[in-house]
């Protein structure tokens, strides 16, 4: 089945620094990949995805790019602010039964942003 | 539009004792799930539903029971609290589990088993 490694587990930047989560997958099939920020307390909300026909998003200060044939993608934030401070998990799809879909996520990375 | 509701947010349980995380959407989302978080561990799936009356496994299955009788509710029902139990539990919720599919998640419940 699936598995996904993602790395660090903790990162810390200056404001103003550029910050890169990387995270591997297993299966050559997974065709979706999102990003979640956790804030401290708070529920993890998407922040954004990627699928398996681009090679990479963007969105204002965020970038995803995905090298299939790696098996990996990576999270970048230029320009990190203190608001950045938050945990991030990428996620990859994984089987269970007979249901396709359901993701499978890293252990997260702690990012901590010094003013 | 309240989004994932989930309840308690926080509880304390005996260990042998049963208790019941509710979940409820009011976005028409056919797909649910429930997840546990554990330092250092991210998000596990625990069971999971794609519609009314269909529920399965997730990753971490044991010990944890789940119905999905109508499409709003989902709730998540331990029958004997174990230590081992103690963990931040999130309900989530979604159109389908195929394609793009953004996870909307319930503020979390913290449950403590003594």
């Known amino acids: 089945g699936e598995n996904v490694e993602q790395h660090p587990s903790t990162l810390s930047v200056q404001e103003g620094d550029s910050a890169v989560i990387k995270c591997t997958y297993s299966?050559?099939?997974?065709?979706?990949f999102p990003w979640y920020k956790q804030e401290l307390g708070k529920r993890p909300q998407l922040i954004i995805d990627i699928r398996s026909n681009v090679g990479e998003k963007k969105d204002q200060r965020i970038a995803v790019t995905l090298n299939k044939t790696a098996k990996h993608f990576s999270l970048h934030i230029t320009e990190t602010q203190p608001e950045d401070s938050a945990v991030y998990f990428c996620?990859?799809?994984?089987?269970?039964?007979?249901?396709?879909?359901?993701?499978?996520f890293g252990k997260g990375t702690k990012l901590s942003v010094k003013p | 539009n309240a989004g994932v509701t989930q309840t308690p947010k926080f509880q304390v349980l005996k260990t042998g004792q049963s208790m019941t995380l509710q979940c409820a959407q009011d976005?028409?989302?056919?797909?649910m799930s429930w997840y546990r978080q554990d330092p250092g561990m991210g998000l596990r799936l625990i069971h999971y539903s794609v519609g009314a009356g269909i529920t399965d496994q997730g990753e971490v299955p044991n010990g944890y029971n789940v119905s999905r009788s109508t499409t709003e509710d989902f709730p998540l029902r331990l029958l004997s609290a174990a230590p081992s139990q103690t963990s931040v539990y999130f309900c989530?919720?979604?159109?389908?589990?195929?394609?793009?599919?953004?996870?909307?998640f319930g503020e979390g419940s913290r449950l403590t088993v003594l």
């Open positions: 989530a919720s979604s159109y389908g589990n195929r394609g793009r599919r953004e996870l909307f």
């Open positions: 976005m028409n989302h056919e797909y």
């Open positions: 299966d050559s099939a997974s065709n979706y």
């Open positions: 996620a990859a799809p994984v089987n269970y039964g007979g249901s396709q879909g359901n993701l499978i």
